[in-house]
């Protein structure tokens, strides 16, 4: 039976404001509804960008703009709070309790999505990390291998970065997202780009780590995360299969033009017997659910 969905990955802007590169605008609250509406979404986590490195305009968006769209809607929207690294004067000593609290406080649910250029071993990202994993809260972060021209926590192609985070903050659930990440899921040469009908090869550097590590978690949304289950379909079934309590539906719909294809492709699977029902609602919206706390059944995603 198909379900409505938790989409994990959203931006939403109050205003239309400066343009993107490519002269379009992040969507408007009534903009995501619709095409909530259209894709068979429930809800929703909005992903505030608050710092000039999180996207292509310099332009950045408060957690508290966040929190008013989801007051405005309470049964559409929840919020993530993001932190940004270079915080308190770049102190690598500085302590964020007080403003965790205080977003928590607010109602956010996790922290995301995390775009600043810098590794991981930064100690001003390493000493972040610590009050996350204080507060034992999912992590949503782009990444990539690129240190000019790009956004996203750097890291090589081997993930050295990610598996000493992951190794030494084991109480924050890391989201891992972004074509550099979703990538590595393949043992070939390949480390960027969007592979669309590429044979995934074995030896992906990420199911290497989510098999070594359970606090590493897969952020589907994007087209990188529609081309890593879809790409190679038999192992995108095989990869769902395996991680089905650590994957989560996502969107990522950042223009209005964009046309996201993960809800039909998951209903596609279903319907044609290639995934069960249990997986299915898994990934489509139980395990958010679960990571997030929130006090939603069966009830609230039925078509």
């Known amino acids: 039976m198909k379900m409505k969905k938790f989409d994990i ?19 408007l609250p009534d903009q995501m509804l619709e095409v909530f509406e259209r894709k068979n979404v429930a809800r929703g986590v909005i992903l505030p960008e608050v710092h000039y490195e ?4 310099g332009e950045v968006q408060t957690v508290e703009e966040v929190a008013e769209i989801c007051r405005q809607y309470p049964d559409k929207f929840c919020f ?7 915080s308190f004067y770049k102190n690598p000593e500085a302590d964020y309790s007080p403003l965790i609290e205080y977003y ?8 995301g999505e995390m775009c600043e250029n810098m590794t991981f071993y930064d100690p ?6 610590m009050y996350v994993n204080k507060y034992k809260l999912p992590l949503i972060f782009h990444m990539t291998h690129k240190e000019l021209g790009d956004y996203g926590i750097r890291d090589d192609e081997n993930l050295s970065g990610l598996e000493n985070a992951l190794r030494k903050w084991k109480d924050i659930t890391f989201l891992g997202h972004s074509g550099d990440f979703w990538i590595e899921i393949s043992g070939d040469d390949m480390h960027t780009g969007y592979p669309s009908g590429k ?27 529609y081309i890593a289950i ?3 379909r038999e192992f995108g079934i095989q990869f769902l299969n395996e991680f089905q309590d650590r994957l989560y539906f996502g969107q990522d719909w950042c223009s209005p033009s964009n046309n996201m294809m993960h809800s039909e492709y998951l209903d596609e699977l279903l319907e044609n017997g290639e995934i069960t029902q249990e997986v299915y609602d898994k990934v489509c919206w139980k395990n958010a659910v679960k990571l997030l706390g929130l006090n939603l059944t069966a009830e609230d995603f039925k078509l």
């Not at 928590?104 to 922290?111: F, P, S």
Request: aromatic letters at 8%; hydrophobic letters at 35%; one cysteine or more.
């Open 9 to 27: 990955h959203c931006h939403v802007y109050p205003e239309l404001g400066f343009p993107r590169k490519d002269g379009s605008f992040y969507l």
């Open 54 to 57: 999180s996207n292509d305009i």
């Open 80 to 86: 993530f709070m993001n932190l940004c690294p270079h």
């Open 104 to 111: 928590l406080e607010m109602g956010a649910k996790g922290v």
């Open 124 to 129: 001003l990202m390493d000493n972040m990390l």
């Open 199 to 225: 044979p995934v090869v074995p030896g992906g550097r990420v199911v290497e780590l989510m098999r070594k590590y359970p606090n590493l978690h897969g952020d589907l949304s994007a087209g990188s995360g």
């Open 230 to 232: 879809s790409r190679d």
